[in-house]
């Protein structure tokens, strides 16, 4: 390259001079490494960072995710429920409505559960008191709006019926409550 077009390119900013500006035969040659280095010093800074950010965020997320493990089932969960008789042949299909401002139908069927040492005691009762179980059942679900008696509250359901029935009875509690039919419907 003439002595001409290095000074044209010096004016023009292209490298080509040092700063002392004198021509330099390498001094392209130089501009170029230091551009590559720049950009691998750039590409690893920013790895850096990346792998940085990862990580911190990673231990950010698995704070709330400490070692989960399992409590210790006691024996009382362990051992199987006992062979329940039911009380459900005689017992009628209840049908109502709910206190929606709306009201939907319900339509339900159930049996009450307790052990066999108790079953004639139990039997004999229940099937007196039947007219009056079943209002009672009848009254609670009219009570009732058709969201109270989804399926995500079935338990909550039969735990407060097997309460309410256990109160009227003198021969011994029932055990359990079993819908063997529950249907609610707009009419």
Same mark, same amino acid.
């Given at each position: 390259?003439?002595?001409?077009? @290095?000074?044209?390119? #010096?004016?023009?900013?292209?490298?080509?001079?040092?700063g002392?500006?004198?021509?330099?035969?390498?001094?392209k040659?130089?501009?170029? &490494?230091?551009?590559?280095?720049?950009?691998?010093?750039?590409?690893?800074?920013?790895?850096?960072?990346?792998?940085?950010?990862?990580?911190?965020?990673?231990?950010?997320?698995?704070?709330?995710? $400490?070692?989960?493990?399992?409590? $210790?089932?006691?024996? @009382?969960?362990?051992?199987?429920?006992?062979?329940?008789?039911?009380?459900?042949?005689?017992?009628?299909?209840?049908?109502?409505?709910?206190?929606?401002?709306?009201? $939907?139908?319900?339509?339900? =069927? &159930?049996?009450?559960?307790?052990?066999?040492?108790?079953?004639?005691?139990?039997?004999?009762?229940?099937? $007196?008191?039947?007219? #009056?179980?079943?209002? &009672?059942?009848?009254?609670?679900?009219?009570?009732?709006?058709?969201?109270?008696?989804?399926?995500?509250? =079935?338990?909550?359901?039969k735990?407060? &019926?097997?309460?309410?029935?256990?109160?009227i009875?003198?021969?011994?509690?029932?055990?359990?409550?079993?819908?063997?039919?529950?249907?609610?419907? #707009?009419?």
């Amino acid at each position: 390259m003439s002595d001409e077009e @290095e000074l044209s390119n #010096a004016i023009e900013g292209e490298d080509g001079f040092e700063g002392g500006g004198s021509p330099s035969a390498g001094g392209k040659s130089k501009s170029g &490494l230091v551009k590559i280095l720049t950009w691998i010093a750039g590409i690893v800074c920013g790895t850096i960072f990346i792998v940085t950010v990862v990580v911190i965020t990673i231990k950010i997320i698995d704070r709330g995710n $400490q070692s989960q493990s399992f409590a $210790q089932v006691s024996e @009382e969960y362990n051992t199987k429920p006992p062979i329940m008789k039911f009380y459900e042949e005689n017992m009628p299909q209840i049908r109502g409505r709910t206190s929606d401002k709306v009201p $939907q139908s319900f339509i339900i =069927e &159930l049996a009450l559960g307790y052990p066999e040492d108790r079953a004639v005691a139990l039997d004999a009762e229940i099937t $007196q008191r039947l007219p #009056a179980i079943v209002d &009672l059942i009848r009254s609670y679900f009219n009570s009732k709006r058709a969201d109270e008696l989804s399926y995500e509250n =079935e338990e909550f359901l039969k735990l407060q &019926l097997k309460e309410k029935i256990n109160r009227i009875l003198t021969s011994g509690p029932i055990e359990m409550v079993v819908f063997t039919k529950k249907d609610i419907f #707009a009419y």
